[in-house]
């Protein structure tokens, strides 16, 4: 099982970036998706939480700007960025809580970081 980030990139303060990050391999199913930041010297925090029912949890720093969504039937989950800020520069993870085929549990797993930097 892995996931795959992509999307990342330099924008302008003010612009509007969209990530993507697909789970593939064995999959048994796929429970809460949702995406990590870490900006440079700071700790990696949530940004975006989508449960399996249909829930989202945002950060407050970017409620009202970012929007997470999932596609289920593609192992995939998006986030949208509306609005970036420079201090949304950060490289942004991709996580998932998913069962294997083959076995009983689920783990987490993480997307490899895709960079994002908002600059003029």
């Known amino acids: 099982v892995q996931l795959q980030a992509s999307g990342g990139g330099l924008v302008q303060p003010g612009g509007s970036l969209r990530l993507s990050c697909a789970a593939s391999?064995?999959?048994?199913?796929?429970?809460?998706m949702g995406w990590y930041r870490q900006a440079p010297g700071k700790q990696r925090e949530l940004v975006a939480v989508?449960?399996?029912?249909?829930?989202?949890n945002y950060a407050d720093s970017v409620k009202g700007r970012f929007t997470g969504s999932r596609d289920n039937a593609k192992n995939t989950v998006y986030l949208q960025m509306n609005s970036l800020k420079p201090e949304d520069t950060a490289v942004y993870y991709c996580?998932?809580?998913?069962?294997?085929?083959?076995?009983?549990?689920?783990?987490?797993?993480w997307g490899q970081g895709t960079l994002v930097t908002v600059s003029s």
């Open positions: 996580y998932a809580q998913i069962r294997p085929l083959d076995s009983s549990y689920s783990y987490p797993y």
């Open positions: 391999g064995t999959i048994f199913s796929i429970y809460d």
């Open positions: 989508l449960f399996r029912g249909g829930g989202t």
